[in-house]
């Protein structure tokens, strides 16, 4: 087997390859590659099945026991520092590596069915094989500096990505944010990493770890210290993994097209910060306080998650306000030390929220037959309804996805969701509190989600719901050019609205009165997606962990099945989370699919909830005064204060008869040749004449 | 044929010189031929630097290397002394390479196109110069040398305020380098043995007292040129008037002239003024990080945002300057490289936008990223890679100079966390300006108003050729930064040596206490 670890690099440099041929075909011969959409995107797809291929293997072996495989070569030195990248395969890293090559495998072959009428199609693929790649070399980092390094890449990517229609506003505004946001948490990852260097004098993660306890055992180092490196590697994945407080850029990266939505923004790179916290485990695991805090941030960001998601009509982003919230949940069990709890949901996750987010793509793909390529219409589910009929593949799928997240038997979340909350309660009953209100919460806005979208009538040719959408939208538009500005029915349609139509697709001009199923590559990739889904729950069962056997915490003891009483107090915990998911999906029947209890007449007598739910907490309003528009203001007065008293004081002091007032009209006519002349002249003389003496 | 007796240096900075004298008497009707045959002495003097580089530069020697020395004016004890070490070798690289590539960004220059191609290459050889002489005279001399061709440049081809950007760039540079010629000549005169010599000069025995004042007088020249605030004030005036070309040259080569002769002499020469001033260099290259990061995000003119930046990348230098580590100083010389060529891309592209928008105002662009994806995408490329986004140059320099900085042992650890804290704040505000900056002029819907007056095309072959060319080094430095660092390395390492040796507490050998207890932890067999 060790033929395949030697070629393990090539993993994340096919995709790389892909990447810079088709990058490079583009620059130099723009017209002729984006005519041969095909050729390329079947190149791109063939690459990263290889390396799909290639990562199967490895996982293989390193389940059948292989040992861990390091390979490094020296990157960068000076003087006694010395600085090595290279690639390990572990378990972990098999792992990830198999999540994301298969994930980005069947979102490519989805994306040709999704992207078919932009204009973007080929440099769409070109992106998504460097964020492949990129994501790639992220798990198989031997170091900190490494991950630092392919990190900011994958930021990079989700970057472009999200400003892929860069036309639209919105986008345009949301990738800048999703960057900047994420450079908050690289800041606090960047400070973390320089302070464990300078305390351990090194980047590996077991030999960081082992050092810093030792160094806080022994007194040299206090705790203090240590906890505030933890928590400053810890500002990373909050940004990454959108925890509260750095969650605001994942809402408004849904700008994306949907098949980045469900790559980046769900399956893969936001689960990277959990990814690092195990990458970290032994480090963490030595500072409890930092537990503490990983613990409590990611039971805050489960709850608010689902609690925004609860009446998110957007149906992006109530799928990225559930992903956030699921991501509260790994790395809650990231930090209550349940470390293959944490990634056996994230595998988990994966799959299941890549088909949902699929789903979803392939719903609006539907709509947009019907609505016109306008976001504001094709995802929102006010104008859905009923679509099982016509979209019978994606609605099955959709479904399984629903059942698998809110953690009914033996769908896959089930198994990886009650673990996080057996371990949970373990640690602190409250956590687990938290956790098991979340998961009713969860039951309820999947299914809301569900009925809304597939069952009922369809509204899509609604005038009325049409009408209501249209004024909410112009709304929100008169409020950004200031309150009271102007009435928002006196805008005209046609320019609020039609700046957002996006140019790239090409609009057939004919809209259908029904929506159709999506072409075979898009219900392909969601088809295969429902079986992980469902089964892949089953290999960490509390019968029998083979999951936890095969990924476990450095050092760890493991016991394949739990013991007995542990089974009983499975099938109270285990039994009490599928009833309030049960309750979830009974409400949510009742207002949804039944229409038995009115859901306005609910919020109209919760008005403060419900805002605080609908506007997200408050958090962009508040996020932009504090933070936007502060910056501004610091920085314009800088910059008068850099014009004015720096420049001017500079001026005066040494020029002030040459620069200001009667002498600049000198410089304007001309002389200024001759002034400079004076000088250099000057200039020269005294060199010759302090030489001479 | 050709030893390693030949004058390389010397014919290097003398053919580009020589060849701009022809340039008057050319026979040239269509002013296409003065092009042509200024870019083909580019080529060749660059071809002539890199042989000369490959061929008889050794890569272990921390000493100097190529070494010329003629008697020139042996009344004034002047000589015609090159010589070229670790610090000179890279920059001299990066002169000939930006400079060639500037004159090929002035393919449009279509007034007075004798003069225009005279100055850049008499330009070419001044720069060289600069780098590579190893007398404190000629250095002066090449110094202000190569200010008279940049001002002609600046005041003849610049924007609608050239001429009082141009007077005030060569107030500032030549008020400056006054110091430059009174504290060479105190450190000449100093002493029983009158000297020019950098080698003799660096190694005479100066008492503190004398070293504080002429490393003053050097900071306050070199200041000036990095720039260092509060003496920047002329980089935005000039920089926002120059052309594309010039401006190249100026970002991409001038500035760095001040973190060079910084090290040269501040460091090398004057070690004791060092150890002491140091500290206020490391204060002055974290305001430079943030002042100017914030003044660039406000600022609505292209180019003085661009030239804002800049200032702010130069703190980096200064920090890497004063934080008597291999792998700070190391940092320092790589971010000067790499700003060269990032600075240098972001001016051209700036000077392209501006060839088509006809406008540095944001307010008035938005949204042309639809007409000009190539503009946009390679826009966004340099952007990125002046963000110090990884794989890419700039971010291997900041890393060092960061993971240096927060090592060094010749700094209090308070002090060492208030500055990279402060210095890492940069890390998000860099971002926020530019990815600000291609907002407003790449993204959102189409500004009507700029595309019904003015016609968009998208990049030329030759411009994509000057940017590829750019952003080969800077990716292929991002990802393999040894290919630039082992050039200097055993130099930095010697120059680290020799400035630890000044810094008391370094010299007595006080380890701080954690790397102490560190050191008894790595000695316990269990965590080998």
């Known amino acids: 087997m060790e033929p395949i670890y030697q070629y393990a690099w090539l993993i994340p440099v096919l995709p790389l390859a892909g990447a810079m041929l088709v990058g490079l075909g583009l620059i130099s011969f723009n017209k002729d590659v984006n005519r041969l959409r095909k050729v390329n995107s079947i190149l791109i797809v063939s690459l990263i099945g290889a390396a799909m291929t290639l990562s199967f293997g490895l996982l293989w072996s390193q389940i059948q026991g292989h040992a861990p495989y390091n390979q490094s070569f020296e990157w960068a030195s000076a003087g006694d520092f010395h600085l090595s990248m290279g690639y390990v395969i572990d378990p972990l890293s098999s792992l990830m590596l198999v999540i994301v090559t298969t994930v980005a495998f069947l979102v490519m072959v989805y994306t040709d069915g999704y992207m078919a009428h932009d204009s973007g199609y080929v440099r769409f693929y070109a992106y998504l094989s460097l964020f492949s790649s990129s994501m790639l070399g992220l798990v198989i980092s031997p170091n900190l500096v490494q991950v630092y390094i392919f990190w900011e890449l994958v930021g990079m990517c989700s970057y472009l990505l999200i400003g892929f229609w860069f036309y639209r506003k919105a986008a345009a505004d949301a990738c800048q944010k999703a960057f900047v946001t994420n450079r908050v948490g690289d800041f606090g990852l960047l400070l973390g990493i320089l302070g464990l260097y300078w305390s351990t004098r090194s980047f590996e993660f077991d030999v960081i770890g082992d050092r810093l306890q030792d160094l806080v055992a022994t007194g040299s180092m206090s705790g203090f210290v240590a906890g505030l490196f933890a928590i400053l590697v810890f500002l990373g994945p909050v940004a990454k993994s959108a925890q509260f407080p750095l969650h605001v850029w994942l809402p408004d990266a849904m700008e994306g097209p949907t098949p980045i939505s469900a790559l980046i923004h769900a399956a893969t790179m936001v689960a990277a910060g959990v990814f690092l916290i195990a990458r970290m485990f032994p480090m963490f695991e030595g500072v409890p306080a930092s537990m503490d805090v990983i613990a409590w941030t990611g039971a805050f960001t489960a709850f608010l998650g689902a609690s925004i998601a609860i009446t998110q009509n957007d149906i992006k982003k109530g799928l990225a306000y559930s992903t956030m919230s699921q991501l509260g949940y790994m790395v809650m069990a990231m930090g209550v030390g349940a470390y293959s709890a944490g990634l056996f949901h994230l595998m988990t996750h994966a799959y299941f929220k890549a088909m949902l987010f699929l789903g979803s793509g392939s719903v609006i793909h539907g709509m947009e037959e019907v609505v016109g390529h306008d976001p504001v219409y094709a995802q929102d589910m006010r104008m859905m309804g009923g679509l099982r009929k016509y979209m019978p593949m994606t609605a099955i799928t959709f479904l399984i996805g629903t059942l698998a997240i809110s953690g009914i038997p033996p769908f896959a979340g089930f198994w990886s969701k009650d673990e996080i909350l057996g371990a949970s309660f373990a640690a602190n009953p409250v956590l687990w509190a938290i956790g098991y209100l979340t998961a009713g919460a969860t039951a309820f806005y999947m299914f809301r989600m569900y009925f809304s979208t597939f069952e009922g009538q369809f509204r899509g040719t609604n005038a009325t719901v049409k009408q209501t959408l249209k004024n909410e939208q112009l709304q929100k538009m008169g409020l950004a050019f200031g309150p009271g500005a102007m009435n928002p029915k006196e805008l005209t349609m046609d320019t609020a609205i039609g700046e957002a139509v996006d140019p790239g697709h090409d609009d057939h001009g004919h809209h259908a009165e029904k929506p159709h199923e999506s072409p075979w590559t898009m219900t392909l990739p969601l088809l295969i997606l429902a079986v992980p889904s469902t089964l892949v729950g089953l290999v960490g069962t509390p019968f029998g962990n083979y999951f936890e056997a095969f990924i476990h915490a450095p050092g760890e003891a493991v016991h394949l099945a739990a013991e007995a009483e542990g089974l009983s107090e499975f099938y109270v915990m285990a039994g009490s989370s599928v009833g309030i998911s049960l309750i979830g999906i009974t409400l949510a029947s009742l207002m949804y699919l039944r229409g038995k209890i009115d859901p306005s007449a609910i919020a109209a007598k919760i008005p403060f909830l419900y805002n605080l739910s609908l506007n997200k907490w408050y958090f962009d309003e508040i996020y932009d005064e504090l933070f936007v528009r502060g910056s501004r203001r610091l920085a314009r007065q800088v910059l008068e204060v850099d014009s004015k008293v720096v420049d001017g004081v500079v001026n005066l002091a040494g020029l002030a008869t040459l620069l200001s007032g009667e002498g600049l009209k000198y410089f304007e006519n001309g002389r200024a040749q001759f002034y400079a002349l004076i000088i250099f002249v000057a200039v020269l003389g005294l060199v010759i004449f302090s030489g001479a003496t | 044929m050709l030893t390693a007796n030949f004058p390389w240096l010397t014919t290097i900075i003398l053919f580009p010189i020589a060849a701009s004298l022809l340039i008057p008497i050319l026979p040239d009707k269509d002013g296409k031929t003065v092009r042509w045959y200024s870019l083909i002495v580019g080529l060749i003097d660059f071809a002539l630097i890199v042989y000369a580089f490959y061929t008889q530069y050794n890569f272990s020697d921390p000493g100097l290397q190529l070494v010329e020395s003629y008697p020139w004016v042996p009344q004034l004890d002047l000589n015609w002394s090159l010589g070229a070490d670790g610090l000179s070798m890279p920059l001299i690289l990066l002169t000939g390479f930006i400079t060639t590539l500037a004159i090929l960004a002035a393919w449009p220059v279509t007034f007075k196109p004798r003069l225009f191609y005279f100055l850049m290459l008499v330009m070419f050889g001044g720069q060289i110069a600069v780098f590579a002489v190893q007398d404190m005279l000629l250095f002066f001399l090449s110094w202000e040398l190569e200010l008279v061709p940049i001002y002609f440049l600046l005041s003849i081809w610049g924007g609608k305020k050239r001429l009082y950007a141009a007077t005030k760039f060569i107030l500032y540079t030549a008020g400056g380098s006054l110091f430059i010629l009174v504290a060479g000549l105190a450190m ?332 008894d932890v790595r000695q316990a067999p269990a965590l080998r």
């Open chain 2, 188 to 519: 000449a005169f100093y002493g029983d043995t009158v000297t020019f010599d950098f080698r003799a000069l660096a190694a005479k025995d100066f008492p503190l007292n004398f070293q504080l004042w002429v490393y003053t007088g050097f900071l306050i020249a070199y200041a000036v040129k990095l720039p260092i605030i509060p003496l920047h004030t002329w980089l935005p005036d000039a920089h926002g008037e120059a052309t594309a070309p010039v401006h190249m040259l100026l970002a991409g080569i001038l500035l760095k002239m001040g973190g060079y002769a910084l090290i040269r002499m501040n460091a090398e020469m004057l070690p004791a003024a060092h150890a002491t001033v140091a500290p206020a260099l490391v204060i002055l290259g974290v305001v430079n990080i943030i002042y100017a990061a914030l003044t660039s995000f406000a600022q609505r003119n292209l180019k003085r945002k661009i030239a804002y930046s800049s200032i702010s990348h130069m703190g980096f230098v200064l920090i890497g300057i004063a934080s008597f580590t291999d792998l700070g100083l190391s940092g320092a010389v790589l971010q000067m490289v790499s700003h060269g060529l990032i600075g240098a891309s972001l001016f051209f592209l700036v000077g392209a936008t501006y060839d088509r928008t006809h406008t540095l105002m944001l307010d008035e662009m938005g949204g042309v990223g639809k007409q000009m994806p190539k503009i946009f995408s390679m826009f966004t490329a340099c952007s990125l890679a002046s963000l110090a986004l990884p794989g890419m140059s700039g971010f291997v320099a900041e890393l060092m100079v960061f993971v240096g900085f927060a090592t060094s042992d010749a700094y209090s650890l308070t002090f060492r966390i208030i500055v990279v804290g402060l210095a890492a704040i940069g890390v998000i505000l860099t971002p926020i300006y530019l990815l600000s900056m291609l907002r407003e002029i790449f993204y959102g819907p189409e500004n009507k108003e700029l595309t019904s007056h003015e016609v968009l095309v998208d990049a030329e072959p030759r411009e994509v050729f000057i940017i590829a060319s750019l952003l080969v080094p800077i990716i292929g430095i991002g990802f393999y930064p040894k290919l630039l660092t082992q050039i200097y390395d055993s130099k930095t390492q010697q120059l680290t040596a020799r400035l630890r040796d000044q810094v008391p507490t370094l010299a007595h050998q006080q380890v701080e206490p954690i790397a102490q207890a560190w050191g």
